[in-house]
């Protein structure tokens, strides 16, 4: 893919990382869909990312799970197509990256 501008840091966007993790680690399951029925972008707003006062609005979601480092989870993000379609989109700008018991959530959000 190539090469997009450097995403900068976003704690909303953290937050509903680590809620996400926290919820699957505890629950015990792997999806992008809660067990409530709650999507990424249904919690990426929930944590106050939302597109008020915005024209573009655009968010995503890798999740992984087993990986025991940050090295080997964005090995496998990058080698997936999916995953890495999510990294290398220009319309995201901000990420919030969390883990919880190797339950790997990395949310994307790009607002302008």
């Not at 966007?13 to 869909?33: C, I, P």
């Not at 979601?61 to 090295?71: F, H, L, V």
Request: aromatic letters at 12%.
């Amino acid at each position: 893919m190539p090469p997009v501008p450097s995403l900068t840091w976003n704690t909303q966007l953290e937050t509903a990382a680590f809620l996400h993790a926290r919820d699957m680690n505890r629950q015990k399951y792997f999806s992008h869909v809660s067990k409530s029925g709650r999507t990424s972008k249904d919690r990426i707003m929930n944590a106050g990312y939302t597109i008020k006062g915005f024209s573009h609005y655009a968010v995503g979601e890798n999740i992984a799970w087993g990986q025991r480092s940050i090295k080997e989870v964005m090995e496998g993000w990058l080698k997936s197509e999916g995953h890495c379609r999510n990294l290398m989109n220009a319309s995201f700008r901000e990420v919030g990256i969390s883990m919880e018991n190797y339950y790997w959530v990395q949310d994307f959000g790009g607002r302008r």
